[in-house]
């Protein structure tokens, strides 16, 4: 652990110091990943169960920065099961983009890397721990296996292209064999239909800054789908739209899924959002699953004093509040994360246990699991677990 002056600063010595043990350690995960002509048995494995489409198991994803190790995932276990929407909840930078971001290899590289742990990846005849796939094979999988819509639908849209060559240009590159050029451009008018454009041939021909934002992120949508993905991470698809639109892209992604037959990791830090779109739920907490469960476990019985602080600061239409609830405090700092509970600085609930090592997860029922004392003895601690007995 970096040592710091009491000013709480790093001294150029120790900076230099830290990058150059960040420089041994990354250099050494990228030399593994660089390789060529890697055997597949490498990183082949099992699911744990056929039915989910991923299995995030023990994930760690750290940030070697010259401050110090981010440690943004700590620890990260959940399934996607196939078919299903699972939704990924909790305040901004508990580590909601980068557990997808592992998941696609898209960490910002050399300082982020996976240190730990197993995410299984389900390809029907077969399963890949997508920590250990190569660069060169990785190129495969983004896009045809697992494709990726973004918040703000410009940063994934090329501004001095029409939209039609666009999507073209990802069907050729993804699912263009045996297809020529009116082929391609059958399928883009397609899938613009599918995702509720109406002038479709119109579309074809616009540019990007000719669209609304909502237009935008159903043409993106629409790219993320060209290839029937087995799994599609919408990280706050909705977040940069107003709320209007917000609902009627909800609405169209809610829709597709009754469709295509893919699994959604469906990423926001809007619990509103979660319940109108999601049939699993996982709560994180500072680069930590705090609790999970169905949808219905989730907010008929909250249990986490986190997830009920965060369903408090919602506002409820037709109740009427002074002020809206907020969870006092803030994050811990990822870089010296405390050995206790991480929410025990914020939390109102804390009994003697929570001054002793982080909570290990009670199991509340076959599907619902939390992080805390509260529970451990079996019966739970507060009104809300015994609705579970
Ligand atoms: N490239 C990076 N370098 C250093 N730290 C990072 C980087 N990307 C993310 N982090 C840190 O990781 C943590 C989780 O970030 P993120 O997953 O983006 O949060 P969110 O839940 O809002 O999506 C944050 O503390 C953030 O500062
Ligand atoms: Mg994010």
Same mark, same amino acid.
């Given at each position: 652990?970096?040592?710091?002056?009491?000013?709480?600063?790093?001294?150029?010595?120790?900076?230099?110091?830290?990058?150059?043990?960040?420089?041994?350690?990354?250099?050494?995960?990228?030399?593994?990943?660089?390789?060529?002509?890697?055997?597949?048995?490498?990183?082949? $494995?099992?699911?744990?169960?056929?039915?989910?489409?991923?299995?995030? !198991?023990?994930?760690?994803?750290?940030?070697?920065?010259?401050?110090?190790?981010?440690?943004?995932? !700590?620890?990260? $276990?959940?399934?996607?099961?196939?078919?299903?929407?699972?939704?990924?909840?909790?305040?901004?930078?508990?580590?909601?983009?980068?557990?997808?971001?592992?998941?696609?290899?898209?960490?910002?590289?050399?300082?982020?890397?996976?240190?730990?742990?197993? #995410?299984?990846?389900?390809?029907?005849?077969? +399963?890949?721990?997508?920590?250990?796939?190569?660069?060169?094979?990785?190129?495969?999988? *983004?896009?045809?296996?697992?494709?990726?819509?973004?918040?703000?639908?410009?940063?994934?849209?090329?501004?001095?292209?029409? @939209?039609?060559?666009?999507?073209?240009?990802?069907? +050729?590159?993804?699912?263009?064999?045996?297809?020529?050029?009116?082929?391609?451009?059958?399928?883009? #008018?397609?899938?613009?239909?599918?995702?509720?454009?109406?002038?479709?041939?119109?579309?074809?021909?616009?540019?990007?800054?000719?669209?609304?934002?909502?237009?935008?992120?159903?043409?993106? @949508?629409?790219?993320?789908?060209?290839?029937? =993905? *087995?799994?599609?991470?919408?990280?706050?698809? $909705? $977040?940069?739209?107003?709320?209007? #639109?917000?609902?009627?892209?909800?609405?169209?992604?809610?829709?597709?899924?009754?469709?295509?037959?893919?699994?959604?990791?469906?990423?926001?830090?809007?619990?509103?959002? @979660?319940?109108?779109?999601?049939?699993?739920?996982?709560?994180?907490?500072?680069?930590?699953?705090?609790?999970?469960?169905?949808?219905?476990?989730?907010?008929?019985?909250?249990?986490? =004093?986190?997830? @009920?602080?965060?369903?408090?600061?919602?506002?409820?239409?037709?109740?009427?509040?002074?002020? &809206?609830?907020?969870?006092?405090?803030?994050? =811990?700092?990822?870089?010296?994360?405390?050995?206790?509970?991480?929410?025990?600085? *914020?939390?109102?609930?804390?009994?003697?246990?929570?001054?002793?090592?982080?909570?290990?997860?009670?199991?509340?029922? =076959?599907?619902?699991?939390?992080?805390?004392? &509260?529970?451990?003895?079996?019966?739970?601690?507060?009104?809300?677990?015994?609705?579970?007995?």
């Amino acid at each position: 652990m970096a040592k710091k002056h009491a000013e709480g600063y790093l001294s150029a010595k120790e900076s230099r110091r830290i990058s150059r043990e960040n420089r041994r350690i990354t250099n050494a995960f990228e030399k593994r990943r660089k390789r060529r002509k890697v055997p597949e048995s490498e990183y082949l $494995t099992q699911m744990r169960d056929p039915n989910n489409a991923v299995e995030f !198991d023990n994930l760690h994803t750290y940030f070697f920065t010259d401050a110090g190790t981010v440690k943004s995932v !700590d620890g990260v $276990t959940f399934d996607i099961p196939i078919g299903k929407t699972v939704g990924v909840v909790g305040e901004s930078g508990c580590g909601k983009s980068v557990t997808s971001l592992s998941l696609m290899q898209l960490l910002q590289r050399p300082q982020g890397q996976v240190v730990e742990g197993e #995410i299984r990846l389900n390809l029907g005849d077969k +399963a890949y721990d997508v920590v250990k796939v190569p660069n060169e094979r990785m190129q495969g999988i *983004r896009g045809n296996v697992v494709s990726m819509i973004f918040q703000e639908p410009m940063t994934s849209l090329n501004p001095v292209f029409r @939209i039609g060559d666009q999507v073209d240009e990802v069907i +050729a590159l993804h699912d263009g064999e045996g297809k020529n050029r009116q082929d391609v451009k059958k399928r883009t #008018i397609e899938l613009l239909e599918l995702v509720g454009i109406a002038n479709s041939e119109g579309v074809y021909r616009m540019y990007p800054h000719e669209l609304s934002g909502g237009m935008r992120q159903r043409i993106v @949508i629409a790219m993320a789908l060209a290839c029937n =993905p *087995r799994l599609i991470i919408a990280d706050e698809p $909705t $977040t940069a739209l107003d709320v209007t #639109i917000q609902a009627q892209v909800l609405d169209l992604l809610r829709n597709l899924k009754n469709r295509i037959n893919s699994s959604i990791l469906f990423i926001t830090h809007d619990l509103g959002v @979660i319940a109108e779109m999601a049939d699993y739920v996982v709560v994180m907490y500072a680069g930590r699953v705090v609790e999970k469960g169905t949808a219905e476990e989730i907010f008929a019985n909250p249990s986490h =004093p986190y997830t @009920i602080g965060l369903m408090a600061s919602k506002p409820v239409v037709g109740k009427k509040v002074d002020k &809206l609830y907020s969870i006092p405090g803030k994050v =811990p700092n990822p870089v010296n994360m405390p050995n206790y509970c991480y929410f025990k600085d *914020r939390c109102e609930r804390c009994v003697e246990a929570c001054q002793g090592e982080y909570p290990p997860e009670v199991r509340l029922s =076959p599907t619902h699991t939390v992080s805390c004392y &509260l529970y451990r003895d079996g019966k739970g601690g507060s009104e809300n677990a015994g609705a579970e007995n």
